[in-house]
């Protein structure tokens, strides 16, 4: 089941936008965690099912790692879209106070 959630399996992401276009309220928002390298993809394809991209953030390991997430926000509505960086450890291998700010809600042990 998790290789499934993690691989998209059983849903792809255009089942997904299709699905999100249908039944998505006004203003909501859809968030999406991706490879890096896939978003310029969604990104495009959601534009054509009327999602826009509110927030972009792009994650990296450490400061000296190349980004290789994006958390993407989306919408029905246009507006212009932020982006933002998040850093994970810090050059002491801790996590950074903006990940733990972002996810001790979610985590024990942060």
Known sequence: ???AARHGTTCTL???LSTTDKHLKPGGLLAVLLP????????????DHDLYLQQQIL???TATHPFFRSIL???NKKVDS???ELIIKNETNAYTDEFVALLKDYYLHL
């Open 73 to 75: 926000f989306l919408s």
């Open 1 to 3: 089941m998790k290789n």
């Open 59 to 61: 994650l990296r390991h």
């Open 14 to 16: 255009l089942q997904l």
């Open 82 to 84: 932020s982006l933002k």
């Open 36 to 47: 890096y390298h896939r978003v310029d993809e969604f990104i495009h394809s959601a534009n």
